[in-house]
T-cell receptor, first 110, second 111 residues
Framework: DGGITQSPKYLFRKEGQNVTLSCEQN?????MYWYRQDPGQGLRLIYY???????QKGDIAEGYSVSREKKESFPLTVTSAQKNPTAFYLC?????????FGPGTRLTVL | GQQVMQIPQYQHVQEGEDFTTYCNSS?????IQWYKQRPGGHPVFLIQ?????EVKKQKRLTFQFGEAKKNSSLHITATQTTDVGTYFC???????????FGKGTKLTVNP
């Protein structure tokens, strides 16, 4: 089955802890993206990567970090520097103009 | 980059009524994409419009791109409960490198 997987679906962390969200795709897409979704805010771009070993900041990169060591994987770390980390995080990959989204991870920081 | 403004933010209809959401930009859009996100789900690509004045249909959904390429609309005829969700427009910018999303229109349908 081809697609994008994100795990876990729900994640709880204590304030001050770093947490890494997983995103894996077997679609052989070069480009991958991380978005944050808050109620009434739509989707905001955190980081994106057009190719392995390269990535760029999106509109709200502060407090986040990423790596792209493999084509299939684009993990996102939410650091303790992110002031308001509780949100729904969506990963996507792109083929031509179309983005394909994973099921998302809902992160709650207590 | 430029923003796309989407209205209304919320729309509640009775089943069988029509629904329309609009996207507007102050500058010319190179293209417009529409996505649907079901409650608790993730956005799913519906369609892309590229040409001025383009109209595309998918069953009860009609998508339009304005003549000046500054606005777009999604119209649903005779809504059903399966249409519930949030509809987003987005522009692919930078040679499709990035998508810039509108804030979405959340549609609820009363059976």
């Amino acid at each position: 089955d081809g697609g994008i997987t994100q795990s876990p679906k729900y994640l709880f962390r204590k304030e001050g802890q770093n947490v890494t969200l997983s995103c894996e795709q077997n679609l052989n897409h070069d480009a991958m993206y991380w978005y944050r979704q808050d109620p009434g805010q739509g989707l905001r771009l955190i980081y994106y990567s057009q190719i392995v070993n390269d990535f760029q900041k999106g509109d709200i990169a502060e407090g986040y970090s990423v790596s792209r060591e493999k084509k299939e994987s684009f993990p996102l770390t939410v650091t303790s520097a992110q002031k308001n980390p509780t949100a729904f995080y969506l990963c996507a990959s792109r083929l031509a103009d179309t983005q394909y989204f994973g099921p998302g991870t809902r992160l709650t920081v207590l | 980059g430029q923003q796309v403004m989407q209205i209304p933010q919320y729309q509640h209809v009775q089943e069988g009524e029509d629904f329309t959401t609009y996207c507007n930009s102050s500058t010319t859009l190179s293209n417009i994409q529409w996505y649907k996100q079901r409650p608790g789900g993730h956005p799913v690509f519906l369609i892309q419009l590229v040409k001025s004045g383009e109209v595309k249909k998918q069953k009860r959904l009609t998508f339009q791109f304005g003549e000046a390429k500054k606005n777009s609309s999604l119209h649903i005829t005779a809504t059903q409960t399966t249409d519930v969700g949030t509809y987003f427009c987005a522009e692919a910018q930078g040679g499709s490198e990035k998508l810039v999303f509108g804030k979405g229109t959340k549609l609820t349908v009363n059976p």
